[in-house]
């Protein structure tokens, strides 16, 4: 299991400013240089894996400290998906790129430069290709 | 002296969240 981001996160290290990602053609690129084609075409060449449209509908982080519970909308049948996460955890956004619940923390914690999350948001997601 | 540190390469996948609806049964 990856090691976690240093203190005041528990978020795993890949998402660290700098930390190495290989993509499905072999391809290394820091976290912070990924664009939207990077996932697609790693997805397209993956045989298990499929990349779903995930709408942001609803963002509630009223009530826990530092966790926030997001509400997707999943793919074209429009699956309604509730995720508890660490306010800055960082969700790619299709052509804009890595965005949080808060960014701020997101910047300060692990130096991923990061917008804001909102409704409305369509975030990159994943599921099976084979999926009965 | 400072020694050779291997450096780890995460997978493109890992980044991203499996957001799979839950299957009723």
């Known amino acids: 299991a990856p090691s976690s981001a240093p203190s005041g996160s528990s978020l795993p290290a890949y998402f660290i400013k700098g930390s190495i990602i290989q993509l499905a053609d072999g391809e290394l690129k820091h976290v912070e240089d990924l664009k939207t084609e990077d996932f697609i075409q790693s997805a397209e060449i993956s045989s298990e894996l499929k990349i779903d449209s995930s709408t942001v509908e609803r963002i509630d982080d009223s009530h826990t400290h530092n966790f926030a519970i997001v509400q997707f909308s999943v793919g074209e049948h429009r699956a309604q998906v509730s995720v508890e996460v660490q306010v800055e955890y960082p969700f790619f956004v299709f052509g804009q790129g890595w965005s949080s619940c808060c960014p701020d923390r997101t910047t300060q914690l692990l130096e991923l430069p990061c917008t804001k999350l909102s409704v409305g948001d369509v975030c990159i997601s994943l599921t099976l290709k084979n999926l009965r | ?25």
């Open chain 2, 1 to 25: 002296n400072v020694e050779p540190r291997s450096v780890p390469v995460f997978p493109w996948h890992s980044l991203v969240p499996f957001l799979a609806p839950t299957q009723s049964d």
